[in-house]
Structures are given as C-alpha cells and as structure tokens.
T-cell receptor
Framework: NAGVTQTPKFRVLKTGQSMTLLCAQD?????MYWYRQDPGMGLRLIHY???????AKGEVPDGYNVSRLKKQNFLLGLESAAPSQTSVYFC??????????????FGEGSRLTVL | DAKTTQPPSMDCAEGRAANLPCNHS???????VYWYRQIHSQGPQYIIH???NNETNEMASLIITEDRKSSTLILPHATLRDTAVYYC????????????FGQGTRLTINP
C-alpha cells in the first residue's frame, strides 16, 4: 500500500520555468491538499480539493495552479517559477464519510529550488 | 477554522513526561482538536484527536479542558525519537476544508 506518493522528490528550476508536481493517493480519499514549508516555518496551505473536479484556494495560492481531474491525483503547477517559491511541498489526503478518524496522510515531500 | 497558540519551543529530559500545551480559545462546538508531529523534514504524522473527553492511544494522551479552550498533549515517557515539531490544529469533523497549521512547538528531548 503506497499511501500518498509525490513526484518528483527533488527539482531545480530556473526563474521563469514551469513545472508540475504530482500527488497520487491509492486510498480512495476525497480530500487532498497541497502545503508548502519554508525553512524553520510551519506548513502553509496552498490549494485544496474536496473531490474530483473541485479545487479551492488556501492561505498562499498566488503563483500556483492546481487540478483534480482524477480522484486519486492532485497536481500542483508553477507556470513561471520564482525564487520565492523555493520550498518543500507536501501533499496530504484524508477520507470523508463515516468511521473516519479525520487523519491527514502526508507524502514525503518534494524539495523545489528555484535559481 | 479556530486559531491555535502554542509555545515555539520546549525541552524535556529523556524518560520524563512531555506536556505540550495548546490554546484554542475560539474553538466552536463542532471542532475537534488534532495533534500532529513532524520529525526532521518528513511529512507530518498524525498523533491523536479528541472532542471534549480525554483520549489516549499508544503514542500519547490528550487532555482537553472542560471549557475546551485549551488542551495538552502528553508523551508519557519521552525518548530521543520524540524530538520533533508538534502541531495542534482544530477542525470540524464534518468536512475538511482549509486545514490550517500554525507554527507548532519544537520539542527537544535531551539525554
């Protein structure tokens, strides 16, 4: 059981380049999230999704776009990367429905450096 | 979602109980208290959650005050591996929108 898988785990970009981070979960979870974590800081919510085909903005959405075309995948895109987007990105998911604990399941993180 | 307030850092001796406080004075009736921890640069890990009763599992105990405005996470016999950042968040059990993490408490277990 893979849980939440993020790809790639490491990436170096030049300013202005674009890229997409993929989050995949195999637990049939409804809700998925993208967070970023800067050195010495807590996690900040970028975007989230409460189901296939839905997305919503979090605390720090500017400069990012997301898509949830399939229930198991949540993509985070950077159209024109900036040095301020250098960070570690975490994806998380959680199920809806009865009997859940409300636990968030996190991926291992994707470390992005923008030069 | 209710905001939480935690001390930025704490120290505890190995083998002793670590008590981590969290203030959530604006918590509403349908919001649960959740605790997570993040070891080094790994993804956060769920520890425990509760509504108004005290809870215990194999990892920790959660004590919630009667007015629900604050809580304490207790690690009964802290080990070096418990050194981590601990996050307290509150969220409604129904729905899962905008789960917001604060700065957390950096707990250091000393030998």
């Amino acid at each position: 059981n893979a849980g939440v898988t993020q790809t790639p785990k490491f990436r170096v970009l030049k300013t202005g380049q674009s890229m997409t981070l993929l989050c995949a979960q195999d637990m049939n979870h409804e809700y998925m999230y993208w967070y970023r974590q800067d050195p010495g800081m807590g996690l900040r919510l970028i975007h989230y999704s409460v189901g296939e085909g839905t997305t919503a903005k979090g605390e720090v959405p500017d400069g990012y776009n997301v898509s949830r075309l399939k229930k198991q995948n949540f993509l985070l895109g950077l159209e024109s990367a900036a040095p301020s987007q250098t960070s570690v990105y975490f994806c998380a998911s959680t199920p809806s429905g009865l009997g859940r604990t409300g636990e968030l399941f996190f991926g291992e993180g994707s470390r992005l450096t923008v030069l | 979602d209710a905001k939480t307030t935690q001390p930025p850092s704490m120290d505890c001796a190995e083998g002793r109980a670590a008590n981590l406080p969290c203030n959530h004075s604006t918590i509403s009736g349908n919001e649960y208290v959740y605790w997570y921890r993040q070891i080094h640069s790994q993804g956060p890990q769920y520890i425990i959650h509760g509504l108004k009763n005290n809870e215990t599992n194999e990892m920790a105990s959660l004590i919630i005050t009667e007015d629900r405005k604050s809580s304490t996470l207790i690690l009964p016999h802290a080990t070096l591996r418990d050194t981590a950042v601990y996050y307290c968040i509150v969220r409604p059990f129904q729905g899962a929108q905008k789960l917001v993490f604060g700065q957390g408490t950096r707990l250091t277990i000393n030998p």
